[in-house]
């Protein structure tokens, strides 16, 4: 490794194929079920936990909460990639406004051996993903570490970010709901939309039915893509324990011109980020390449 590199953390809910493939470091945060704190993955494996885990416990009623990396834990991704050879880090995280981990990171990028530039995404999950991924894009075309930072800001600025849950409890008890409080009244008769703004989760819309939520959703997306002709896009379908609806999204979306062939994906939400939003959550977010 030489250069600049990429560092995010794991609630861009990337896939570790994709996060291999493209050279980036992972972080990752914690999930604690019953007292016992794990580290987040899409593998069990080493002792970590899964969305499909984290669901379960949610649904079974166990005590499941959640933590941010220590700014420990960045120091030794920091100076893993500055022992491979990196001349610089640039480090992708999600929205300040809803987690310390930006915080963690800026506190371990102080004493880092080499240069670190903290990126505050102010959004979450795919979109934080995507602008991660473009970061390690451009990076070994020999991109200045301003250069690799602006790029991700400029990518996650331009994305779109929509999801439904199933109710707001979970956001409520985390206290990641801001402005959404207001709908706390009527959440059992509808269909909670929210999206992200401001590096904050707000209310967006209210529907009856989940069919309903989801065509609202493909019509948004739809709307995005429609002005995106000759841009291109990235469209990430994320769930947690909802395949079928985030496949229903993505097939309604795959062969839009404003799409690259392979460019819609499929996948579950981190397990962080399905601890906030609860079983059933489905979303979409639009990624233009800017």
Same mark, same amino acid.
């Given at each position: 490794?030489?250069?600049?590199?990429?560092?995010?953390?794991?609630?861009?809910?990337?896939?570790?194929?994709?996060?291999?493939?493209?050279?980036?470091?992972?972080?990752?945060?914690?999930?604690?079920?019953?007292?016992?704190?794990?580290?987040?993955?899409?593998?069990?494996?080493?002792?970590?936990?899964?969305?499909?885990?984290?669901?379960?416990?949610?649904?079974?009623?166990?005590?499941?909460?959640?933590?941010?990396?220590?700014?420990?834990?960045?120091?030794?991704?920091?100076?893993?990639? &500055? @022992?491979?050879? $990196? +001349?610089?880090? #640039?480090? /992708?995280?999600? !929205?300040?406004?809803?987690?310390?981990? =930006?915080?963690? *990171?800026?506190? &371990? @990028?102080?004493? $880092? +051996?080499?240069? #670190?530039? /903290?990126?505050? !995404?102010?959004?979450?999950?795919?979109? =934080?993903?995507? *602008?991660?991924?473009? @970061?390690?894009?451009?990076?070994?075309?020999?991109?200045?570490?301003?250069?690799?930072?602006?790029?991700?800001?400029?990518?996650? *600025?331009?994305?779109?970010?929509?999801?439904?849950?199933?109710?707001?409890?979970?956001?409520?008890?985390?206290?990641?709901?801001?402005?959404?409080?207001?709908?706390?009244?009527?959440?059992?008769?509808?269909?909670?939309?929210?999206?992200?703004?401001?590096?904050?989760?707000?209310?967006?819309?209210?529907?009856?039915?989940?069919?309903?939520?989801?065509?609202?959703?493909?019509?948004?997306?739809?709307?995005?893509?429609?002005?995106?002709?000759?841009?291109?896009?990235?469209?990430?379908?994320?769930?947690?324990?909802?395949?079928?609806?985030?496949?229903?999204?993505?097939?309604?979306?795959?062969?839009?011109?404003?799409?690259?062939?392979?460019?819609?994906?499929?996948?579950?939400?981190?397990?962080?980020?399905?601890?906030?939003?609860?079983?059933?959550?489905?979303?979409?977010?639009?990624?233009?390449?800017?």
């Amino acid at each position: 490794m030489s250069g600049v590199a990429v560092v995010t953390d794991s609630t861009s809910s990337l896939v570790p194929s994709a996060a291999n493939e493209a050279g980036l470091v992972v972080v990752p945060l914690q999930v604690i079920v019953d007292g016992r704190s794990r580290p987040e993955s899409f593998r069990p494996d080493h002792g970590s936990i899964t969305p499909g885990a984290v669901a379960a416990a949610l649904r079974e009623g166990r005590s499941v909460s959640t933590s941010r990396p220590a700014p420990e834990a960045f120091t030794s991704a920091y100076e893993s990639v &500055a @022992a491979a050879g $990196a +001349s610089a880090i #640039v480090s /992708v995280h999600l !929205s300040a406004g809803i987690s310390g981990t =930006c915080d963690a *990171a800026m506190t &371990a @990028a102080r004493s $880092a +051996s080499v240069p #670190v530039i /903290v990126v505050d !995404s102010r959004t979450v999950a795919p979109a =934080c993903g995507f *602008a991660a991924l473009e @970061a390690a894009r451009v990076a070994p075309a020999g991109g200045s570490p301003d250069e690799v930072a602006e790029t991700a800001r400029r990518r996650a *600025a331009a994305a779109s970010t929509w999801f439904c849950v199933e109710n707001l409890d979970y956001l409520r008890r985390g206290g990641r709901i801001g402005a959404a409080q207001a709908m706390l009244g009527s959440a059992l008769a509808v269909k909670p939309l929210l999206t992200v703004t401001d590096g904050k989760i707000a209310p967006f819309e209210r529907v009856r039915t989940m069919s309903r939520a989801l065509g609202r959703l493909e019509q948004l997306a739809m709307s995005v893509l429609d002005e995106l002709e000759g841009v291109g896009a990235d469209v990430a379908a994320v769930h947690l324990d909802n395949r079928s609806a985030a496949d229903r999204l993505a097939r309604a979306l795959t062969g839009h011109t404003a799409l690259v062939p392979g460019a819609v994906t499929v996948s579950e939400v981190s397990a962080v980020l399905g601890v906030h939003c609860g079983p059933g959550t489905v979303g979409l977010v639009v990624s233009p390449r800017t």
